[in-house]
Each structure stands twice: as C-alpha cells, then as structure tokens.
C-alpha cells in the first residue's frame, strides 16, 4: 500500500515576486478568494503599484481562466468562483485606485447592458474613473435602456458608459444610443462603449462617441471628452 504523502503548503509571504504572480494565476484559476486577498496585500507591502498588482496579477490570471473556458476546460461554476476571487483581489485595490486629490472632473453613469451579467471588466472601468475623478453611479449588470434613461434623468451625469462581453448583447448598445436620438437626448450626453468583444469600428457604427479598449483608455477618453466639451461651451 502507497502511503499518501501530504501536499507541501506554500507559504504566500516566502515567494520571489515573480513566483507569487504565478502562484496567483494559479490561485485565481481555483477560485482561492483568500489567497487572492494574501497575495495582493503582499504585493502591495512590497512596494508594487495598485495597477502593477491588478495588470500583472489579476487581469493576467482572468485572462488565462478565458482561454480555458473558451476551450472547455473550464466551465461556469468554476469560472464563477475565479470571478469572485478576482472581485476579491479587485476590492482591495479599489480605494489605493481611487485615491485622488483631485475635484471632479465629472460625472459618468455606467452599466453592462441587457442580458449580460459580466461585471468585472465594467467594474474595473469604474474604479479607474473614480481614479481620474469622476463621480460614478453604476447600475450594475442586465441594465436594460428604461434603466439607463431613468438614471441619465436623474443624475444629469456628462457621460454614458456601457459594457458588453457577449456578441449577442453588444447590439443592445445602439437600442441604448437609437432611443437617445428618438428622444432628442443625443446630444446631451457622450457616449463610451467597451467590452472585449467590441473594435473601434463598432463603436463607430453604433453612434457611440468613443470606444474604449481597457479601463485605463476609458478613464483617458473621458477626461478628453469633458474636456473638449467644456472648451467648446466657453
Ligand atoms: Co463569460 N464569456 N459567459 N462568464 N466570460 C466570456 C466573455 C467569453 C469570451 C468566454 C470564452 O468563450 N472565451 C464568452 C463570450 C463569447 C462571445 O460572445 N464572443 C463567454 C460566454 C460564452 C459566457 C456564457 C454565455 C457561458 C454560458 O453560460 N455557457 C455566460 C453568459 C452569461 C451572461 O452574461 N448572460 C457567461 C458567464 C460568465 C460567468 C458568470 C461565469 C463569468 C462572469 C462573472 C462576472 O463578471 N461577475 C464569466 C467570465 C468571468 C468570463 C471571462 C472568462 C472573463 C471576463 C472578464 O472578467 N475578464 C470571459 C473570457 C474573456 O474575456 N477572456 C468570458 C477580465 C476583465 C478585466 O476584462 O471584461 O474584457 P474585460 O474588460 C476589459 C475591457 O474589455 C474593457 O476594459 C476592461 C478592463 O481593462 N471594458 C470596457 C469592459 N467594459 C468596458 C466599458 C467601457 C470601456 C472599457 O466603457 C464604458
């Protein structure tokens, strides 16, 4: 008879940087919310910057995770439980990203759109928003075009932004932007789109005013937009 011999524990804090990144792509991949947490605040201790943590750790790990569930080796469940860790890992950094002496630029609603329920990537886009200082009201996932409007009436923000992952949803985009036309709201608002299933050119045929390829160009191309607009009132 074999005896079983017990599984080596990794110690998180006596890792090199570079093999606590892999160790949370690994971690990330199981959906080990608590070893996400550890991992972040080690890097953090060590002097890494909120971005270097999240790009390089987070966003890499979900970008493995993808691949694997594109080519079924990874199925909702589990992709559920690396979602939540990287949530997890996501919270942390929120407020070192957040962190910003500076007034509001701006206010800016945002949701991922009708029959879609991914959420990190928007989420993401809001927390480097609220780094460049904008004021941001979220309305969540599966946001469908009354919610939008309601909340555009209500918050008066100066831009929209909205998300899709799925080719399936990334047409209710232009639902969102026609019935803006049809009431005569277009131009009140500028318009941002993103979602990794999205290109610049289908943000252009949409009516969309900018896409956005990641949450770092999304906080730039707003802060342009304000911009570019209030030096067109003056
Ligand atoms: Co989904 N899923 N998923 N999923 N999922 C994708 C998107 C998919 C590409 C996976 C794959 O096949 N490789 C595929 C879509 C295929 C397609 O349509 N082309 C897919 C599928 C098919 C599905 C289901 C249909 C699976 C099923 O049920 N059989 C289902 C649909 C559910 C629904 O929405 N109705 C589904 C479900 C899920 C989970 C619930 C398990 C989970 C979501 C959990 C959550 O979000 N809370 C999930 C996940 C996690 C993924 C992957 C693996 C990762 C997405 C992610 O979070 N990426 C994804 C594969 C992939 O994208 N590689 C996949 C990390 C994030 C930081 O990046 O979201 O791209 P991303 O955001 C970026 C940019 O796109 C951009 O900036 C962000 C940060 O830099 N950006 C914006 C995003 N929004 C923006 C808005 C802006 C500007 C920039 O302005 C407003």
Not at 14 to 24: A, C, G, K, N, T
Not at 50 to 60: I, M, Q
Not at 146 to 171: N, Q, V
């Amino acid at each position: 008879m074999t005896e079983e011999l017990p599984e080596e524990e990794i110690i998180l804090a006596d890792l090199s940087d570079e093999d606590l990144v892999v160790q949370m792509h690994d971690d990330l991949y199981d959906g080990l919310g608590e070893e996400i947490v550890e991992g972040t605040t080690i890097l953090l201790e060590r002097g890494w910057s909120p971005s270097a943590v999240l790009n390089d750790a987070l966003v890499e790990g979900m970008r493995i995770v993808g691949i694997d569930f594109r080519d079924g080796i990874l199925f909702v469940p589990e992709v559920l439980l690396s979602a939540n860790a990287m949530k997890a890992g996501m919270e942390i950094l929120r407020p070192l990203l957040a962190e910003t002496g500076a007034e509001p630029v701006g206010k800016i609603v945002i949701g991922t759109v009708k029959g879609d329920i991914h959420d990190i990537g928007k989420n993401l886009v809001g927390m480097m928003l609220e780094g460049a200082g904008f004021e941001v009201i979220d309305l969540g996932i599966n946001t469908d075009v009354e919610e939008f409007l309601g909340a555009l009436d209500e918050h008066k923000p100066d831009l929209l932004g909205m998300s899709a992952l799925l080719t399936t949803t990334m047409p209710y985009m232009k639902v969102v932007i026609d019935t803006l036309i049809e009431k005569s709201l277009r131009e009140e608002y500028m318009v941002i789109v993103g979602g990794a299933p999205l290109n610049e050119e289908f943000g252009e045929a949409i009516g969309a005013d900018a896409y956005c390829r990641d949450a770092a160009v999304a906080a730039e191309t707003a802060k342009r937009l304000v911009t570019e607009r209030r030096a067109a009132e003056v």
